[in-house]
């Protein structure tokens, strides 16, 4: 169900997968991992390690990451743009520490739940 309501975004609003994945095949592996998931694209790819800096210059409304450090990031430097962390073993962090400008949800239903809820809102 996930990917499907993740297709349908993919497919009416724009969106942008940012990956830190290294190397040279890095693009091409993440395209092959989106079309094996979400079929045939095209997708917008961007390869980088400073997110924050990509959320802000494309003026993102929505992120979701698994990496702490990313997700703060983001909340500080594209502040118009809803951070989301997804919950995992390696990113528990002390949210009183992080603050309330990233959002942590416990699986990607619960990010798409939120996204297509500001999408009806507006």
């Not at 997700?71 to 997804?86: K, Q, T």
Request: with cysteine; proline share 2%.
């Amino acid at each position: 169900a996930e990917v499907n309501r993740l297709r349908e975004l993919v497919q009416s609003h724009r969106v942008y997968f940012v990956t830190s994945r290294t190397g040279d095949t890095a693009l091409g592996q993440t395209k092959a991992w989106l079309e094996s998931y979400l079929g045939y694209g095209p997708y917008s790819v961007i390869i980088a390690k400073a997110k924050a800096e990509i959320a802000r210059a494309i003026r993102a409304d929505f992120s979701i990451e698994d990496k702490a450090g990313n997700a703060i990031a983001i909340s500080w430097m594209a502040p118009n743009c809803l951070s989301y962390l997804i919950n995992r073993l390696h990113n528990q962090v002390d949210m009183n520490v992080v603050g309330s400008r990233v959002i942590r949800v416990n699986t990607v239903a619960n990010y798409l739940d939120a996204v297509e809820g500001k999408f009806d809102d507006r």
